[in-house]
């Protein structure tokens, strides 16, 4: 059984630094395609950086030039390291994954961690 854990959140102030980890255990898949969301409150799920074992990264929003999305394949964890960090990331950061196999077929992620949350003081 596939499991997303999330750790790393607290509350900083604007312009400090943060990184999330997603630690993912059980995967028996060749491939991987990982995902972070934001959900702030009130608001809708929202999509901050993706990236695959072929090596494909993309970053949605403000994340682009800020946030670094990496992966350690030994220890099978997903990393965002968040930098300048804004009011507006305030959010429960959500960790995402699949198969690209999947990916590529449902276009949506299978897996979902429970999320840390980030909060970030003016």
């Known amino acids: 059984q596939v499991e997303l854990v999330e750790s790393g959140g607290g509350l900083v102030q604007a312009g400090d630094s943060l990184r999330l980890s997603c630690a993912v255990s059980g995967w028996t898949e060749s491939t991987y395609c990982m995902g972070w969301y934001r959900q702030a409150p009130g608001q809708e799920l929202q999509g901050v950086a993706h990236?695959?074992?072929?090596?494909?990264?993309t970053y949605e929003g403000s994340a682009k030039g800020r946030f670094t999305v990496s992966h350690d394949n030994e220890v099978m964890t997903t990393y965002l390291q968040m930098k300048n960090l804004r009011p507006e990331d305030t959010g429960m950061y959500f960790c995402?994954?699949?198969?690209?196999?999947?990916?590529?077929?449902?276009?949506?992620?299978?897996?979902w961690g429970q999320g840390t949350q980030v909060t970030v003081s003016p």
């Open positions: 995402a994954a699949a198969s690209c196999e999947f990916m590529v077929k449902e276009r949506r992620y299978l897996h």
């Open positions: 990236l695959t074992s072929m090596g494909a990264i």
